[in-house]
Structure formats: C-alpha cells, structure tokens
C-alpha cells in the first residue's frame, strides 16, 4: 500500500469515526465497499493505530503516552494524577497507550485531536470544557513537492545551492 493511499484511508477512518463516534462493523464494511478496498485493508490500519476506537466509548477518552520518551519524562506519576483526578468524573475515561508520536510533547496526553501535557491537570481539564474540534487535515506531501521544500522553498537543488555558497566564500 502506497503512503498515498494509506493517508487517503486513515482520513476516511478519521472521518468515519467522527461521524458515528466509533468504526463500528457496518461502517468499516461502507467505507471498504465505497474505497474498494478489501476490509481487511481497513481492519489492519483500524487497529494497528491507537487513535482509532472500534467500540463505542463510555466517555471523553483520553490517552496517555506509556511509551519510552514519555515514561522518562514523567508519564507513570502523570497517570496516577490522571487516574485519581478521572475517579472524580463519570464523563472520562483513561486510556494508556502506546506511542502518540509527540516524543517532542512528552509527556504527551491525548483528548480527541489535541495533544496536551499529560502532567498538567488545569490544561487537560480545559481542553475537556471545550467543543469536540474538526481533525486538523494536512495535505499529503508527494516526493517533488518535498524536494522543492528541501531546497529552501526554491526549485533549485541542494547542489546548485551548495555550489552557490562554495563559489562566493573562494
């Protein structure tokens, strides 16, 4: 599968799962029929990402990190935090899991689309008293368009700038 296609599926999933709250068997069967793909396609993406729910959720879900990156840096206390302070509240559910890939974040809580400190309580108790956001959709980068990227936003290639830059220091 092309990293085309498979950015094509996880939108759709995204999308199917925004609408119903969850990938229920019946919309994953729609989505393979009108994608034609076979289901096994969206069953194997459905589940091998975190993100993606296939049962109904008994609240707001949020994930937590419990990987290397954010264990080091303080994902274990943070979810005891999260645990004791989610006890409170019938509207949460904790759900630790593995990476979020924001390593950058760590540690790094998830409430639907937004990645949040998981060692701060005050914030993930605001995100939770907002509205459910729209995913943020990012266009998917083909190879060209990345190498006129890589070269500084121009057309011309690393070579030719690197030349550039030899040529006037001589």
Request: aromatic share 4%; with cysteine.
């Amino acid at each position: 599968m092309g990293s085309g296609r498979l950015g094509v599926i996880v939108r759709e999933l995204l999308e199917l799962q925004e609408s119903e709250g969850w990938l229920s068997p019946s919309g994953l069967h729609e989505l393979a029929a009108r994608l034609r793909l076979p289901l096994h396609r969206l069953e194997s993406v459905s589940t091998f990402y975190p993100h993606f729910r296939r049962e109904p959720s008994k609240g707001i879900e949020l994930r937590v990190c419990r990987d290397l990156s954010c264990r080091l840096a303080g994902a274990v206390a943070a979810c005891d935090a999260i645990r004791s302070w989610a006890a409170k509240r019938d509207d949460v559910v904790l759900c630790e899991t593995s990476c979020l890939g924001r390593c950058d974040r760590a540690p790094a809580a998830l409430i639907e689309h937004s990645v949040l400190d998981a060692s701060d309580l005050n914030a993930l108790e605001a995100r939770l008293s907002e509205s459910n956001p729209s995913p943020q959709q990012r266009p998917i980068r083909s190879i060209p368009t990345m190498r006129r990227s890589w070269a500084f936003g121009t057309g011309t290639s690393w070579k030719s700038r690197v030349d550039e830059a030899g040529s006037g220091s001589r």
